[in-house]
């Protein structure tokens, strides 16, 4: 299993947050957590990532394990640069006064493998034509699909092979989200394991092999992908019908 999450539990301050909650994700996966704004989607990537603070949940109950491995006590930069795991957060924050070069090459500070990073350029340049051609501009001038395209990109430079995307359709036209959702598919059929949480459940759940439905910190649904859009609670919910 490459990962695991068991009974967890996760405060902000006071507050519960996450009320004991129980997934996995295989190798290979697209695993999708869908849910109304404050269920605990952000939280639970955060939790994942070992995000530091201020902005970390702090996790009281229950365990995280990668590759069958606790990594809750395992510092951020390991997450990324040894365990190969990258978070893509929600609104995009990448540095805009750096190029789109500059974010990426930001990514790489960790890795050895100039070869890797070589071929990592490139992917990057050919799932993105546009950072291509926009490498050199300040990256606080892009739109803001190519603000996401340069996340997903920066994220990619870490060399992972477990990427964590929080929302990643936010903000778009609809044309650059069926564009990003391509773009993510092809990605996995490359090998890249992805965790995603997304506002659009419909756009989600017909990318994703499996998904887990969040409400308020509890996860009262889950199945595949097939399964979740054919639920009838579901659809009611999440996806207008």
Not at 140 to 168: H, K, W, Y
Request: proline share 4%; charged share 25%; hydrophobic share 40%.
């Amino acid at each position: 299993m490459l990962l695991s999450v068991e009974n967890l539990e996760v405060k902000y301050g006071n507050i519960q947050a996450l009320h004991g909650i129980t997934f996995h994700v295989k190798e290979g996966e697209i695993v999708t957590l869908i849910g109304a704004n404050g269920a605990g989607k952000t939280t639970t990537l955060y939790s994942i990532a070992r995000l530091p603070p201020p902005e970390a949940p702090r996790v009281v109950g229950g365990e995280i394990r990668l590759r069958g491995d606790s990594i809750l006590k395992t510092a951020p930069h390991v997450i990324v640069d040894q365990l190969k795991l990258a978070l893509v957060p929600e609104g995009r924050r990448i540095f805009g006064n750096l190029t789109v070069l500059e974010n990426l090459e930001l990514a790489t500070y960790a890795r050895k493998d100039a070869e890797g990073i070589k071929l990592d350029y490139q992917k990057v340049f050919d799932l993105f034509p546009r950072l291509a051609e926009r490498k050199k501009q300040r990256s606080e001038s892009l739109s803001g699909g190519e603000q996401q395209m340069l996340a997903v990109g920066r994220a990619i430079m870490t060399g992972c092979n477990f990427l964590l995307l929080d929302e990643p359709s936010m903000g778009l036209a609809p044309l650059l989200k069926y564009e990003m959702f391509r773009t993510l598919k092809k990605l996995n059929q490359e090998g890249l394991t992805l965790l995603l949480v997304e506002q659009n459940a419909n756009l989600a759940l017909h990318l994703a092999h499996r998904g887990y439905v969040l409400d308020t910190g509890t996860i009262v649904a889950e199945g595949t992908g097939e399964q979740l859009l054919g639920n009838p609670e579901v659809k009611k919910a999440y996806l207008g019908g």
